[in-house]
């Protein structure tokens, strides 16, 4: 498999996005200056759409995400990650309640471990994931940008509902 890459620039840093012919693979911050990996003639529509339907929610313009992705890893990580999707635009939830709700109450540092390794960032919204006492705890790309995120989808979605 031919794996692409494309990078965005955000208000956040550099947004890598990884993929197939197909699919997106991973979306994750490199820590880098500048991009390095710029929209080509062969980069897949996959991966051009995702770049764009990040760049409408950096601008305040989408909460939700419409492009083909896939993600790998155990059956334990699939169920936290389909749980973390039905985590609201703008809302938090917290490790314990990611773990109930998967019915896995004592699994709350499994829960922790697999929400670290989700490699499609804002797409499987594990920013939104919050300590139990309100604190903002791990987040791969740095508390900064989660704590951005956050204070983000929440301006947004305050102006949505005074529209």
């Not at 990611?98 to 804002?122: D, H, M, T």
């Amino acid at each position: 498999m031919t794996i692409y890459k494309l990078d965005i620039n955000t208000p956040i840093g550099v947004l890598e996005i990884v993929g197939s012919s197909s699919e997106v693979l991973s979306i994750l911050f490199p820590d880098r200056e500048e991009p390095l990996y710029r929209c080509q003639s062969d980069t897949p529509d996959a991966l051009q759409l995702c770049a764009k339907q990040m760049e409408e929610y950096f601008n305040g313009k989408r909460s939700e995400f419409a492009f083909p992705y896939r993600y790998e890893g155990t059956a334990f990580q699939s169920q936290v990650w389909n749980a973390l999707k039905e985590v609201p635009f703008a809302r938090t939830g917290t490790y314990q309640g990611l773990a109930q709700a998967i019915g896995r109450e004592k699994a709350v540092r499994a829960v922790g471990s697999a929400n670290g390794r989700n490699k499609l960032s804002i797409v499987i919204p594990c920013h939104r994931i919050i300590g139990s006492n309100g604190a903002l705890t791990g987040y791969a790309g740095g508390l900064w940008r989660k704590e951005w995120l956050l204070r983000h989808e929440q301006a947004v979605a305050q102006r949505q509902a005074e529209q």
